[in-house]
Protein backbone atom coordinates (compact mmCIF):
# COMPACT_ATOMS: atom_id res chain seq x y z
CA UNK A 1 0.00 0.00 0.00
CA UNK A 2 1.15 3.37 -0.92
CA UNK A 3 2.43 6.11 1.16
CA UNK A 4 -0.71 7.17 3.84
CA UNK A 5 -2.13 10.09 3.70
CA UNK A 6 -0.05 13.09 5.45
CA UNK A 7 -3.27 14.96 6.26
CA UNK A 8 -4.84 12.45 7.70
CA UNK A 9 -1.51 11.95 9.87
CA UNK A 10 -2.13 15.20 10.78
CA UNK A 11 -5.99 14.89 11.67
CA UNK A 12 -4.72 11.90 14.08
CA UNK A 13 -2.45 13.40 15.76
CA UNK A 14 -4.51 16.44 16.41
CA UNK A 15 -7.22 13.93 17.40
CA UNK A 16 -5.46 12.38 20.07
CA UNK A 17 -4.09 15.45 21.20
CA UNK A 18 -7.69 17.25 21.88
CA UNK A 19 -9.08 13.86 22.91
CA UNK A 20 -6.79 13.17 25.59
CA UNK A 21 -2.95 14.85 25.30
CA UNK A 22 -2.35 12.52 23.29
CA UNK A 23 -2.32 9.77 25.97
CA UNK A 24 -3.22 7.24 24.00
CA UNK A 25 -2.60 3.19 22.86
CA UNK A 26 -2.74 2.30 19.65
CA UNK A 27 -3.08 -1.25 18.29
CA UNK A 28 -2.70 -1.69 14.19
CA UNK A 29 -4.87 -3.24 11.86
CA UNK A 30 -3.01 -4.05 8.47
CA UNK A 31 -0.13 -4.63 7.06
CA UNK A 32 3.38 -3.08 7.38
CA UNK A 33 3.84 -1.02 4.74
CA UNK A 34 0.73 0.09 5.18
CA UNK A 35 1.70 2.06 8.38
CA UNK A 36 5.24 2.75 8.03
CA UNK A 37 4.47 6.51 7.65
CA UNK A 38 2.04 7.11 10.21
CA UNK A 39 3.88 4.57 12.43
CA UNK A 40 7.14 6.55 11.87
CA UNK A 41 4.55 9.91 13.04
CA UNK A 42 3.27 8.32 15.44
CA UNK A 43 6.41 7.24 17.57
CA UNK A 44 7.83 10.91 17.03
CA UNK A 45 4.84 11.55 19.13
CA UNK A 46 5.74 8.91 21.75
CA UNK A 47 7.04 10.93 24.35
CA UNK A 48 3.89 13.40 24.78
CA UNK A 49 1.72 9.81 25.23
CA UNK A 50 1.16 7.96 22.36
CA UNK A 51 1.83 4.35 22.19
CA UNK A 52 2.01 1.91 19.54
CA UNK A 53 1.18 -1.88 21.15
CA UNK A 54 1.76 -3.62 17.96
CA UNK A 55 -0.81 -5.15 15.00
CA UNK A 56 -3.05 -7.29 13.99
CA UNK A 57 -3.16 -8.59 10.12
CA UNK A 58 -5.90 -11.44 8.44
CA UNK A 59 -3.83 -14.35 8.96
CA UNK A 60 -1.58 -13.05 11.29
CA UNK A 61 -0.07 -14.93 14.08
CA UNK A 62 2.54 -13.96 17.11
CA UNK A 63 5.72 -13.70 16.13
CA UNK A 64 5.33 -13.67 12.32
CA UNK A 65 6.80 -10.25 12.32
CA UNK A 66 8.28 -8.64 15.36
CA UNK A 67 5.02 -6.48 16.22
CA UNK A 68 2.86 -8.87 14.82
CA UNK A 69 0.08 -9.80 17.69
CA UNK A 70 -2.59 -11.95 15.76
CA UNK A 71 -5.15 -11.87 14.04
CA UNK A 72 -7.72 -9.68 13.07
CA UNK A 73 -10.43 -12.14 15.05
CA UNK A 74 -7.98 -11.45 18.04
CA UNK A 75 -8.19 -7.82 17.97
CA UNK A 76 -10.94 -6.97 20.67
CA UNK A 77 -9.21 -9.85 22.98
CA UNK A 78 -6.22 -7.75 22.80
CA UNK A 79 -8.07 -4.20 23.30
CA UNK A 80 -8.74 -5.56 26.67
CA UNK A 81 -5.06 -7.37 27.26
CA UNK A 82 -3.43 -4.59 26.89
CA UNK A 83 -5.34 -1.81 27.58
CA UNK A 84 -5.91 -0.33 23.91
CA UNK A 85 -8.36 2.69 23.64
CA UNK A 86 -7.58 3.31 19.49
CA UNK A 87 -7.81 0.96 17.17
CA UNK A 88 -6.22 2.02 13.58
CA UNK A 89 -7.12 0.03 10.29
CA UNK A 90 -5.19 0.38 7.21
CA UNK A 91 -8.30 0.95 4.72
CA UNK A 92 -7.28 -2.28 2.92
CA UNK A 93 -6.94 -4.39 5.47
CA UNK A 94 -10.75 -5.00 5.60
CA UNK A 95 -13.66 -5.50 3.44
CA UNK A 96 -16.52 -3.60 4.61
CA UNK A 97 -18.66 -6.36 6.42
CA UNK A 98 -15.69 -7.77 7.93
CA UNK A 99 -14.77 -3.83 9.31
CA UNK A 100 -18.70 -3.70 10.02
CA UNK A 101 -18.22 -7.39 12.20
CA UNK A 102 -15.08 -5.76 14.01
CA UNK A 103 -17.07 -2.63 14.69
CA UNK A 104 -19.54 -4.31 16.68
CA UNK A 105 -16.78 -6.42 18.67
CA UNK A 106 -15.24 -3.69 19.40
CA UNK A 107 -18.25 -1.28 20.74
CA UNK A 108 -18.78 -2.57 23.77
CA UNK A 109 -15.18 -2.18 24.94
CA UNK A 110 -15.43 1.99 24.20
CA UNK A 111 -12.64 2.63 22.31
CA UNK A 112 -11.38 4.93 19.16
CA UNK A 113 -12.03 3.38 15.71
CA UNK A 114 -9.74 4.88 13.27
CA UNK A 115 -9.44 4.54 9.39
CA UNK A 116 -6.58 5.09 7.29
CA UNK A 117 -7.35 5.78 3.68
CA UNK A 118 -4.60 5.27 0.88
CA UNK A 119 -3.81 8.65 -0.37
CA UNK A 120 -0.95 10.50 0.48
CA UNK A 121 0.32 14.06 1.09
CA UNK A 122 -3.57 15.78 1.08
CA UNK A 123 -3.94 18.76 3.65
CA UNK A 124 -6.87 18.41 6.01
CA UNK A 125 -8.64 21.35 5.03
CA UNK A 126 -8.93 19.50 1.25
CA UNK A 127 -10.89 16.56 2.63
CA UNK A 128 -14.82 16.38 3.67
CA UNK A 129 -16.21 13.08 4.32
CA UNK A 130 -19.73 12.31 2.52
CA UNK A 131 -22.15 9.48 2.65
CA UNK A 132 -23.43 7.84 -0.47
CA UNK A 133 -25.85 6.21 0.29
CA UNK A 134 -24.29 4.97 3.50
CA UNK A 135 -21.18 4.56 2.80
CA UNK A 136 -18.61 7.37 3.88
CA UNK A 137 -16.38 8.53 1.23
CA UNK A 138 -13.83 11.04 1.57
CA UNK A 139 -14.04 14.01 -0.89
CA UNK A 140 -10.52 15.65 -1.91
CA UNK A 141 -10.85 19.40 -3.14
CA UNK A 142 -8.35 19.57 -6.91
CA UNK A 143 -6.23 22.58 -6.68
CA UNK A 144 -7.18 25.97 -4.48
CA UNK A 145 -10.09 28.00 -5.50
CA UNK A 146 -10.24 31.12 -6.77
CA UNK A 147 -11.08 32.93 -3.69
CA UNK A 148 -7.74 31.53 -1.70
CA UNK A 149 -5.79 32.38 -5.21
CA UNK A 150 -7.36 36.64 -5.39
CA UNK A 151 -6.80 36.56 -1.59
CA UNK A 152 -2.80 34.81 -2.21
CA UNK A 153 -2.23 37.48 -4.88
CA UNK A 154 -3.76 40.21 -2.79
CA UNK A 155 -1.52 39.37 0.01
CA UNK A 156 1.49 38.89 -2.44
CA UNK A 157 1.01 42.91 -3.64
CA UNK A 158 0.17 44.55 -0.46
CA UNK A 159 2.42 42.97 1.86
CA UNK A 160 5.28 42.59 -0.99
CA UNK A 161 5.49 46.92 -1.36
CA UNK A 162 4.89 47.12 2.50
CA UNK A 163 8.17 44.74 3.10
CA UNK A 164 9.92 46.44 0.14
CA UNK A 165 9.38 49.55 1.79
CA UNK A 166 10.95 48.26 5.24
CA UNK A 167 13.91 46.48 3.74
CA UNK A 168 15.16 49.87 2.12
CA UNK A 169 16.97 50.11 5.49
CA UNK A 170 19.21 47.23 5.12
CA UNK A 171 18.98 47.15 1.41
CA UNK A 172 20.55 50.57 1.08
CA UNK A 173 23.74 49.77 3.32
CA UNK A 174 23.87 46.07 1.49
CA UNK A 175 24.17 48.09 -1.77
CA UNK A 176 26.94 50.23 -0.94
CA UNK A 177 29.14 47.58 1.02
CA UNK A 178 28.12 45.15 -2.49
CA UNK A 179 29.43 48.43 -4.68
CA UNK A 180 32.12 49.50 -3.01
CA UNK A 181 33.96 46.01 -1.82
CA UNK A 182 33.85 44.23 -5.45
CA UNK A 183 33.88 45.54 -9.33
CA UNK A 184 30.44 44.85 -10.83
CA UNK A 185 26.86 45.73 -10.82
CA UNK A 186 25.01 45.45 -7.53
CA UNK A 187 22.06 43.59 -8.67
CA UNK A 188 22.65 40.27 -10.40
CA UNK A 189 19.95 39.49 -12.74
CA UNK A 190 18.96 35.83 -13.61
CA UNK A 191 16.94 34.07 -16.06
CA UNK A 192 14.48 31.74 -13.90
CA UNK A 193 11.15 29.57 -14.65
CA UNK A 194 8.04 30.63 -13.13
CA UNK A 195 4.50 29.58 -13.20
CA UNK A 196 3.22 26.94 -16.18
CA UNK A 197 6.91 27.35 -17.20
CA UNK A 198 6.85 31.18 -18.28
CA UNK A 199 10.68 32.56 -17.71
CA UNK A 200 11.22 35.62 -15.89
CA UNK A 201 14.25 37.77 -14.52
CA UNK A 202 15.08 37.51 -11.15
CA UNK A 203 16.82 40.27 -8.50
CA UNK A 204 19.56 39.23 -6.16
CA UNK A 205 22.41 41.27 -4.90
CA UNK A 206 25.55 40.36 -6.43
CA UNK A 207 27.41 37.98 -3.93
CA UNK A 208 30.01 36.49 -6.45
CA UNK A 209 32.58 37.60 -8.57
CA UNK A 210 32.22 38.37 -12.23
CA UNK A 211 33.79 35.41 -13.87
CA UNK A 212 31.47 33.48 -11.75
CA UNK A 213 29.22 31.45 -14.17
CA UNK A 214 32.95 31.06 -16.30
CA UNK A 215 33.86 28.64 -13.59
CA UNK A 216 31.00 27.60 -12.77
CA UNK A 217 32.34 24.65 -15.19
CA UNK A 218 35.20 24.19 -12.93
CA UNK A 219 33.61 23.21 -10.15
CA UNK A 220 30.54 21.20 -10.73
CA UNK A 221 32.30 18.08 -9.69
CA UNK A 222 32.75 20.01 -5.73
CA UNK A 223 28.96 20.06 -5.90
CA UNK A 224 27.65 19.89 -2.15
CA UNK A 225 23.94 20.38 -3.49
CA UNK A 226 21.96 17.53 -4.18
CA UNK A 227 22.43 15.90 -7.96
CA UNK A 228 19.51 18.65 -9.44
CA UNK A 229 20.93 21.72 -7.74
CA UNK A 230 24.27 22.66 -7.67
CA UNK A 231 25.61 24.57 -3.82
CA UNK A 232 28.94 24.41 -2.70
CA UNK A 233 29.87 25.36 1.23
CA UNK A 234 33.14 27.21 0.30
CA UNK A 235 32.08 28.40 -3.09
CA UNK A 236 35.49 30.68 -4.18
CA UNK A 237 33.40 32.70 -6.22
CA UNK A 238 31.29 33.81 -3.56
CA UNK A 239 33.25 37.15 -2.01
CA UNK A 240 33.73 38.01 1.57
CA UNK A 241 30.67 40.48 1.38
CA UNK A 242 28.56 37.94 -0.23
CA UNK A 243 28.96 35.29 2.49
CA UNK A 244 27.32 37.42 4.75
CA UNK A 245 24.61 38.85 2.89
CA UNK A 246 23.79 35.00 1.42
CA UNK A 247 24.10 33.76 5.44
CA UNK A 248 21.29 35.86 6.43
CA UNK A 249 19.29 35.64 3.35
CA UNK A 250 19.84 39.64 2.30
CA UNK A 251 20.72 38.51 -1.31
CA UNK A 252 17.82 37.73 -1.88
CA UNK A 253 15.33 40.62 -0.69
CA UNK A 254 15.62 42.49 -4.34
CA UNK A 255 13.12 39.72 -4.99
CA UNK A 256 10.16 41.50 -3.43
CA UNK A 257 10.49 43.61 -6.46
CA UNK A 258 9.80 40.23 -8.31
CA UNK A 259 6.40 39.64 -6.13
CA UNK A 260 5.12 43.10 -6.33
CA UNK A 261 5.57 42.84 -9.98
CA UNK A 262 3.57 39.54 -10.26
CA UNK A 263 6.50 37.53 -11.03
CA UNK A 264 6.35 35.76 -7.61
CA UNK A 265 4.88 34.93 -4.91
CA UNK A 266 6.00 35.52 -1.36
CA UNK A 267 5.49 31.64 -0.71
CA UNK A 268 6.02 29.05 -3.02
CA UNK A 269 7.85 26.37 -4.44
CA UNK A 270 11.90 27.32 -5.05
CA UNK A 271 12.28 29.21 -8.46
CA UNK A 272 14.20 27.08 -10.48
CA UNK A 273 17.19 27.73 -13.75
CA UNK A 274 16.59 26.72 -16.95
CA UNK A 275 19.05 24.42 -16.90
CA UNK A 276 17.26 22.73 -13.42
CA UNK A 277 13.90 21.90 -15.31
CA UNK A 278 15.34 20.80 -18.17
CA UNK A 279 16.45 17.70 -16.13
CA UNK A 280 12.68 17.70 -14.55
CA UNK A 281 10.76 14.57 -15.07
CA UNK A 282 6.72 14.85 -15.10
CA UNK A 283 6.53 14.59 -11.04
CA UNK A 284 8.99 17.60 -10.65
CA UNK A 285 7.58 19.79 -13.38
CA UNK A 286 4.22 19.72 -11.26
CA UNK A 287 6.15 22.02 -9.28
CA UNK A 288 5.61 24.96 -11.83
CA UNK A 289 1.78 24.87 -11.88
CA UNK A 290 2.09 27.43 -8.68
CA UNK A 291 4.28 30.87 -8.77
CA UNK A 292 7.91 30.44 -7.56
CA UNK A 293 8.28 31.61 -3.73
CA UNK A 294 10.30 34.44 -1.98
CA UNK A 295 10.37 31.98 0.87
CA UNK A 296 8.60 28.36 1.26
CA UNK A 297 8.74 24.88 2.74
CA UNK A 298 12.32 24.09 1.35
CA UNK A 299 13.34 26.96 3.04
CA UNK A 300 12.29 26.59 6.47
CA UNK A 301 12.75 22.98 6.26
CA UNK A 302 16.64 23.23 5.01
CA UNK A 303 16.86 25.00 1.41
CA UNK A 304 20.45 23.51 0.36
CA UNK A 305 20.95 21.24 3.15
CA UNK A 306 17.59 18.90 1.60
CA UNK A 307 18.50 15.87 -1.21
CA UNK A 308 16.68 16.41 -4.18
CA UNK A 309 13.80 14.30 -3.72
CA UNK A 310 13.05 15.67 -0.74
CA UNK A 311 13.19 19.53 -2.35
CA UNK A 312 10.77 17.64 -4.95
CA UNK A 313 8.70 16.33 -1.75
CA UNK A 314 8.17 19.27 0.13
CA UNK A 315 7.52 22.10 -3.23
CA UNK A 316 4.71 19.27 -4.54
CA UNK A 317 3.51 19.58 -1.29
CA UNK A 318 3.03 22.98 -1.31
CA UNK A 319 1.26 23.16 -4.61
CA UNK A 320 -1.19 20.79 -4.20
CA UNK A 321 -1.80 22.01 -0.32
CA UNK A 322 -1.89 25.87 -0.85
CA UNK A 323 -3.93 27.81 1.40
CA UNK A 324 -3.78 31.68 2.99
CA UNK A 325 -3.20 30.08 6.15
CA UNK A 326 -0.04 28.02 5.08
CA UNK A 327 1.16 30.46 3.62
CA UNK A 328 1.09 32.57 7.16
CA UNK A 329 2.91 29.82 8.86
CA UNK A 330 5.53 29.45 6.20
CA UNK A 331 6.44 33.32 6.65
CA UNK A 332 6.23 32.92 10.28
CA UNK A 333 9.12 30.20 10.10
CA UNK A 334 10.94 31.92 7.55
CA UNK A 335 12.62 34.44 10.26
CA UNK A 336 13.93 31.36 12.59
CA UNK A 337 14.96 30.20 9.29
CA UNK A 338 17.00 33.50 8.38
CA UNK A 339 18.03 33.83 11.59
CA UNK A 340 19.07 30.83 12.27
CA UNK A 341 20.82 30.35 8.52
CA UNK A 342 20.34 26.26 8.03
CA UNK A 343 21.12 25.50 4.52
CA UNK A 344 22.13 29.03 3.36
CA UNK A 345 25.35 28.49 1.68
Given at each position: ??????????????????????????????????????????????????????????????????????????????????????????????????????????????????????????????????????????????GPSRV???????IDRCL??????????????????????????????????????????????????????????????????????????????????????????????????????????????????????????????????????????????????????????????????????????????????????????
Open positions: MAALMRGVHQLLIRRLRRDGDLDRRVLMIGATDSFGGLAGLMREHGGQGVTILGRCRPGGAPGQDDDVLGGVTEAPGLVRQLGADTVLVAADALTAEELRQLSWRLEPLGVNLLIAPDVAEVASHRTELVSVKGTPMVRIALTMLLKAAGLMLTVLAMAVLVPAMLAVKVTSPGAVFFRQTRVGEDGVPFTMLKLRTMYLDAEERLAQLVQQSDGNGVLFKMREDPRVTPVGRILRRFSIDELPQLWNVVRGDMSLVGPRPPLPREVAEYDDRAYHRLLAKPGLTGLWQVSGRSDLDWDESVRLDLRYVDNRSVRADLKILARTAGAVVGGRGAY
